[in-house]
């Protein structure tokens, strides 16, 4: 009786440990697949797939893993990836959310029944079919024996499956449609039972949401049979509890989406294996009918990632954002190593070659961990469906490892131990097992000394379901751990050989220069005083040091000793110089440092090697490294520290000064006027010093001169070299001299306007000089004083002295007699002194000399033919004076211009 019920618990041990082997195959989106190595932990990329579908896809693999056979819903591929016999025409569609799941008969491992549901975009919903797959046939690669029986001729795209209980092992497949299966509005689920005698085709209903039709979205079952969800894009998101037994949802809770990107349409659903907590990717939902290019711009999508935590009171409140980012939407799948995959999309048409991961999904919050593009597809794309499964197959799994890192593998460092730990439940049995052998252990924990498979078996004896764990268990080597020696300088000024250290400098050589290393330093030989390794002040010299090497990848460890010694050795001090001449003077220069290594290092042995550092403290802990090509932080002068090693271990720290020296202070450009017309004599120039002695510097002129002043005579570019006596630093002044002239006239000299209500004269020089412009009347007065403008107006007839002066340099002054012709309107002879004659104003014996002009009465007689030259007409005529009147005059002169009018004499 008791070798009987130990041999049923074995059988029931096998079909519990196994059944996550039936999710190791996934084949999906546009020919990708991975591959679940449970032992390795790792995951393979499968690159024979020949699936292509937008959306729906379903596959299944046997007890060890190996695949059996997968779809999209509407064609079946065996484990050789070729069509399986009878394998097409399925009534599913690959742009279907679900498409399909495979659910194995139960107590019979040949026949899988494979369920589709269909979509509407052809104008036609096949609904809810199944059709049978037996493995036995076609030499073990299965052939489809019965197809698209129907079970609803309408429904969503949704499908789901989990186990109904231990005992009978039946499995419920739920689907949502209206209530008779037929219409196109949903608001019933349907649970249709899977036993060992076949499919019940009459389901369990239950009420659902406010009726919909909306088809797509996913549908999923809690790992544990207790909780359902059904995510509708455009209707909602709803929780809902399962009763298993009875197949039956109740207690429906709405759930929304708060998203920072608009992102709040559910699509991808999945529960954490410990089925507590809730994962929803939700989308846009964008499209644009009346541009449909737009749809196919990644920017125009927008994905978020959320959790719910399902233990809490308030559900909804309990919403955390895990993602959110430009991207379409996209399924959630718990894997077999107990991590939730996620599809990744671009648009509804275009993948992406990786999927994300939900590292810790047992974890509420941000521990949870989600990984964007952990898995790489390329050369083939994740588009928006993952492969179903039943879901609990991903339920009878507990965690015997309890470590926080992996609930299926488990590193144990040589020489260690590992104790693992199941559920500790009164009354249950517990069978342990290393690779296959039974253990004596019957407690719910296993101390254990050696690598292998674990596995354990619990039976609860009380009436719930049998749990199982595993453990791949892998010893690992400890690292290497070297023994070292760290000299350091005492440099502080007190010679008491106490220093600071910085331990970590001898990290490469207490691990052996292996990468993925760790060191932490300890004072006591218990390695329980853990040390500041950055900074560490000695209490003796020498003085150990106790050591723990950790492999960062295992976590393992070993232990080896540092020996802290102080040198008394020292290097000398050096200077770096440079004139402040990069273009900014500003007191800043990129120096070469290891231009003082010859100064540092004299006299001392060879092979030392020298670094750089801001700070004495940074020198002393070898801590923020400078490089060679430095620039000075401080202008002008700043002090660094060069430290000397010889093999790692200080052999003294030196002071640098960094100098920056300033460029003679002058002025870089002058300029100066020479003038021509007094040529040979000189002008000088001098070197532009600002502030300071002329003495402090030598000079080099382009003319050959060495003074501070130079003399010139000739126009032209002079430079001068300026050098600071002391520094040698050097700075180029160019001094640039002009030309500057007296004015000469042209010929002609003026343009007159003359003879006229606005007499006006312009003026017509030539020089290199600027010049401004005056006028002298006869009576030596000035009528117009110097002006910029050559041009006058609004002259009084007459003679006058034009004055043109060199502003530009104050060359000198030259003049030139101009005419202006007028004719006065009235004269009265009274021997006042003013006006008493009438004649012409502007002739004189310069100008116009041999004018004609005839005075004439009223009556045109000739009164009086007048000198050009003489004193004026003084109204007398043969000796008479004549009555006031106005005379008329004629003249004509020098020049050829004939002037006629009338003027006034009054008594």
Not at 883 to 903: C, E, M, N, T
Request: net charge negative; aromatic share 12%; charged share 15%.
């Amino acid at each position: 009786m008791k070798k009987t019920a130990l041999s049923v618990i074995f059988s029931l041990f096998g079909l519990l440990i196994y059944a996550q082997n039936e999710a190791s195959n996934w084949y999906f989106g546009e020919n990708a697949g991975i591959s679940f190595d449970l032992a390795s932990n790792t995951i393979i990329q499968k690159t024979d797939g020949q699936l292509n579908t937008r959306e729906g896809c379903s596959s299944i693999s046997d007890e060890d893993g190996n695949l059996l056979f997968y779809t999209d819903g509407v064609t079946i591929w065996n484990s050789n990836h070729l069509q399986m016999v009878n394998g097409f025409g399925l009534h599913g569609d690959s742009s279907s959310t679900q498409s399909a799941i495979i659910v194995p008969k139960p107590a019979d491992p040949a026949i899988y029944y494979v369920f589709t549901v269909d979509n509407s975009l052809d104008g036609v919903n096949n609904g809810l079919n199944y059709s049978v797959v037996n493995m036995t046939l076609n030499g073990g690669l299965g052939q489809v024996t019965a197809k698209n029986t129907q079970l609803l001729s309408f429904c969503s795209e949704k499908i789901t499956a989990v186990l109904k209980d231990c005992v009978t092992e039946s499995i419920w497949v739920v689907t949502y449609a209206s209530e008779d299966g037929t219409g196109t509005t949903f608001d019933t689920f349907h649970a249709f039972e899977i036993s060992n005698t076949g499919i019940n085709t009459t389901s369990v209903k239950s009420p659902g949401m406010n009726p919909t039709n909306e088809l797509r979205g996913y549908l999923k079952l809690s790992p544990d049979g207790t909780k359902a969800v059904a995510a509708n894009i455009k209707s909602g998101l709803f929780l809902y509890d399962f009763d298993s037994a009875l197949g039956t949802l109740s207690n429906e809770t709405a759930l929304f989406i708060s998203s920072n990107n608009g992102g709040a349409f559910p699509y991808g659903v999945e529960f954490s294996p410990n089925s507590k907590l809730l994962y929803v990717h939700s989308y846009n939902d964008f499209f644009d009918f009346q541009n449909p290019n737009s749809n196919d711009n990644p920017s125009n999508h927008k994905s978020t990632l959320t959790q719910f935590n399902l233990s809490t009171a308030d559900v909804q409140n309990s919403q955390v954002n895990l993602d959110s980012r430009q991207l379409f939407r996209g399924a959630l799948q718990l894997g077999p190593d107990g991590k939730i995959y996620r599809a990744l999309s671009s648009t509804y048409d275009v993948g992406l070659p990786f999927l994300g991961v939900i590292e810790n999904p047992n974890t509420a919050g941000l521990g949870c961990s989600y990984v964007h593009n952990a898995i790489n597809l390329s050369p083939f794309n994740s588009t928006q469906g993952l492969p179903p499964f039943i879901a609990s197959f991903f339920n009878t799994e507990i965690d015997i490892i309890k470590n926080g890192k992996s609930s299926i593998n488990l590193n144990i460092c040589d020489g260690g131990s590992y104790t693992l730990a199941a559920d500790d439940i009164p009354g249950a049995t517990y069978i342990w097992t290393v690779d296959g052998n039974p253990l004596t252990e019957t407690d719910f924990d296993l101390e254990i000394f050696q690598e292998g498979h674990y596995q354990v078996y619990i039976e609860p004896n009380n009436g719930d379901c049998a749990l199982e764990g595993q453990a791949f268990v892998n010893f690992v080597p400890n690292p290497e751990a070297n023994n070292h020696v760290l000299l350091q300088c005492d440099e502080d000024g007190i010679a008491d050989n106490l220093t600071t250290f910085n331990l970590t400098e001898a990290h490469n050589d207490l691990v052996g220069n292996i990468f993925n290393r760790s060191t932490k330093f300890y004072q006591d030989f218990s390695r329980t005083i853990e040390l500041n390794a950055d900074a560490y002040n000695n209490i003796s010299n020498p003085q150990t040091v106790y050591v723990e090497v950790i492999n960062d990848l295992t976590g393992c460890s070993s232990f080896s000793e540092l020996v802290l010694a102080v040198s008394s050795t020292s290097a000398s001090d050096a200077s770096l110089e440079h004139c402040d001449d990069d273009g900014i003077e500003d007191g800043f220069y990129s120096f070469t440092l290891s231009d003082a290594e010859n100064d540092i290092i004299n006299g001392l042995p060879a092979g030392l090697n020298l670094s750089y550092f801001e700070t004495y403290n940074d020198a002393l802990l070898e801590i923020n490294h400078l490089p060679i090509a430095y620039t000075n932080i401080v202008p002008y002068n700043q002090v660094i520290y060069a430290r000397v090693e010889n093999a790692n271990n200080c052999y003294g720290i030196s002071e640098v000064l960094l100098t920056v020296h300033e460029l003679p202070n002058i002025e870089t450009e002058g300029s100066d006027i020479y003038c021509i017309n007094f040529f040979p004599s000189t002008i000088n120039i001098d070197a532009g010093l600002i502030n300071d002695a002329s003495s402090n510097y030598n000079y080099n002129w382009s003319n050959g001169d060495t003074n501070y002043v130079t003399q010139i005579n000739e126009v032209g570019t002079y430079t001068v070299t300026v050098t600071h006596k002391i520094t040698g630093c050097t700075k180029n002044r160019t001094v640039t001299v002009e030309p500057s002239n007296i004015a000469t006239f042209q010929d002609p000299a003026f343009e007159v306007t003359d003879a006229s209500q606005n007499n006006t004269i312009t003026v017509f020089v030539s020089g290199e000089g600027t010049y401004q412009y005056s006028l002298i009347d006869e009576n030596n007065i000035t009528t117009h004083p110097y002006q910029d403008s050559n041009y006058f107006e609004n002259v009084f007839p007459g003679i006058y002295d034009v004055l043109v002066k060199d502003v530009k340099n104050d060359c000198g002054i030259v003049n030139q007699n101009v005419s202006v012709i007028g004719f006065p309107k009235f004269f009265t002879p009274n021997n006042d002194g003013v006006n008493d004659t009438w004649k012409i104003y502007g002739v004189s014996s310069m100008f116009q000399p041999n004018t004609k002009i005839q005075i004439f009465n009223r009556y045109g007689k000739l009164v009086k033919e007048l000198d050009p030259l003489g004193q004026g007409w003084n109204g007398l005529y043969q000796g008479e004076i004549l009555p006031s009147d106005d005379y008329w005059f004629a003249v004509r002169l020098q020049d050829g211009r004939i002037f006629k009018d009338h003027f006034t004499l009054k008594h």
